[in-house]
């Protein structure tokens, strides 16, 4: 009898499935097509790409094929395949598959057209073009904390960008681009909110805080997200964490510093080669500014004593930061102009300082930075597209700089209670 009445519970439970991750979760689930695909560099933007993407573990063997643009489509016979490396990375919701190809020997200025996969399962197409060998104009995109709403509110700033600069040749990336760096969730909605334009346009990163988080072991570390998803010029400082890296692109030498760790053995680095900088301007970006924005911060005096004295002597240009989750720009200081903004929907109350020539809070931005021979152009746009701010540098004999303010007129500046 007992064996009776335990027989229909048994064969309910047999028949009781488990619970299926909600479509938020299940859209960000590895599987056998790449998806996370993302450009940068490893090494000359003028000859060579870098590509990361994600699949499954256990595929066949990773590839990567390029070729140089065409507008028939036949020229698939003709792609050169590249094979992959690729690295495991354990989430707390599952194992993925991460892989990365170069391409060098490439033409200067070329567009070529590339795609990733197994051989069975391929990526689309993208089109790329190459850095030009020698100083030409060009711009890109600088984008202020993303952390919060990236699938849902940070991609329309994004994709905005996009309408405004379609030719942007790079994105930077001042930090905290989610709020919990271990999460591969949030990760997955920043991947969403970039889409295609990750792939097609290389992305140049810096860490923030919120890269760094508690391992199982109790110490804090640089997620391992990062490593995968990024691969990055390997020549910073020896012994410095990730983070600290320059590229040169068409004059201009950009450089990333870690601004969360190792400060002094940056700064000696830094000095290093700005000493032996054959550009004609230099932009820095990092995440923690070097004076704070927002009600309750304290400016970083260890950035301020560190590394101010060599933007002063060096003649930095441009200084692009975040993580004060409000937007501020100085004019001239010594030869550099300070700029920190905010491109996603976490916000904070502005503090506002006699340095701040132009601020906003509350409100979603991005940047375009134009380079023509003498002259760097800054524009602010919100994520509507219009024009919040702006101003000119121009370089004169023996490197001097002038400044002009070119913010636009009749436009208040957003601030409360006036900003909604």
Request: hydrophobic share 35%; proline share 7%.
């Amino acid at each position: 009898m007992a064996a009776l009445l335990l027989a229909p519970a048994l064969a309910v439970r047999a028949q009781e499935k488990p619970a299926a991750d909600p479509p938020e979760v299940q859209m960000h689930r590895p599987g056998t097509l790449p998806d996370r695909i993302t450009l940068t560099w490893v090494s000359d933007p003028a000859t060579s790409l870098a590509v990361t993407w994600r699949t499954e573990p256990g595929g066949k063997g990773p590839v990567a094929q390029i070729v140089p643009a065409h507008p028939g489509i036949s020229f698939e016979a003709k792609a050169k395949s590249v094979e992959a490396s690729t690295q495991k990375l354990d989430t707390k919701r599952w194992q993925a598959a991460y892989h990365t190809a170069q391409f060098q020997g490439l033409e200067p200025d070329t567009a070529y057209l590339y795609r990733v996969g197994d051989g069975d399962h391929w990526s689309e197409w993208f089109q790329v073009r190459t850095a030009k060998d020698k100083p030409a104009p060009f711009s890109f995109l600088y984008f202020g904390d993303v952390q919060h709403g990236m699938r849902s509110l940070w991609s329309r700033v994004l994709r905005e960008s996009f309408r405004t600069a379609p030719d942007a040749r790079f994105m930077v990336f001042a930090g905290d681009l989610v709020t919990d760096g271990n999460d591969d969730l949030l990760w997955g909605d920043l991947f969403y909110g970039g889409g295609w334009l990750f792939a097609m346009t290389p992305v140049l990163p810096t860490p923030g805080n919120h890269e760094y988080r508690k391992d199982d072991d109790g110490e804090t570390r640089l997620t391992k997200h990062w490593g995968a998803q990024f691969k990055l010029r390997p020549n910073g400082p020896e012994g410095v964490d990730h983070g600290a890296y320059y590229i040169d692109y068409q004059g201009v030498r950009m450089v990333s510093l870690n601004s969360y760790k190792q400060v002094e053995e940056q700064a000696a680095w830094l000095d290093d080669i700005l000493s032996r900088n054959p550009n004609k301007w230099t932009v820095a970006f990092f995440h923690y500014p070097l004076y704070s924005l927002s009600k309750g911060r304290e400016d970083h005096q260890s950035l301020i004593k560190g590394w101010k004295p060599v933007f002063d002597r060096r003649g930095v240009d441009l200084v692009l930061t975040g993580h004060d989750h409000t937007y501020a720009r100085s004019g001239l200081q010594e030869r550099t102009v300070y700029v920190t903004s905010v491109s996603g929907s976490k916000m904070y109350e502005l503090d506002r300082k006699p340095w701040m020539k132009r601020a906003a809070e509350n409100t979603q931005l991005y940047q375009v930075v134009s380079v023509d021979g003498d002259r760097l152009s800054f524009e602010t746009r919100t994520a509507t597209g219009s024009l919040y701010d702006a101003f000119e540098l121009r370089k004169g004999p023996g490197g001097t700089v002038s400044f002009k303010d070119r913010a636009p007129k009749g436009v208040p500046e957003r601030i409360r209670p006036a900003a909604d």
